[in-house]
């Protein structure tokens, strides 16, 4: 079992920034694929970033060129670092992990945190 712990979410301004943080823990041998979906009211929950153990990335076009995924493969934590930030971001970002090099077949999830963008 693989858990996942998100933490740096909270209330920015559009335009800020974010940097939101998820630490795996448990049986982190299994992991491939780390990413970041979101859920806004009302909304199905979306792909936001992925990255492959290798370093593979792979964003939605909504945060091509503001969003970045990385990943710390010794600590076990994937980063996504969020720029020019816009209200249509407000949203529960969650952590997934999966066994496979595709972040689609996700085994793990997160809680969820918090991110609201004020305008």
């Known amino acids: 079992q693989v858990q996942l712990v998100e933490s740096g979410g909270g209330l920015v301004q559009a335009g800020g920034s974010l940097r939101l943080s998820c630490a795996a823990s448990g049986s982190i041998f299994s992991i491939n694929a780390m990413g970041w979906y979101r859920q806004a009211p009302g909304k199905q929950r979306e792909l936001v970033a992925a990255?492959?153990?290798?370093?593979?990335?792979r964003y939605a076009d909504s945060v091509k060129g503001r969003f970045s995924i990385s990943r710390d493969n010794a600590k076990n934590t994937v980063y996504l670092e969020m720029n020019s930030l816009k209200p249509e971001d407000t949203a529960v970002y969650y952590c997934?992990?999966?066994?496979?090099?595709?972040?689609?077949?996700?085994?793990?999830w997160g809680q969820g945190t918090q991110v609201t963008v004020s305008s």
């Open positions: 990255i492959t153990r290798g370093g593979s990335t």
């Open positions: 997934a992990a999966s066994r496979l090099p595709t972040i689609v077949a996700v085994s793990s």
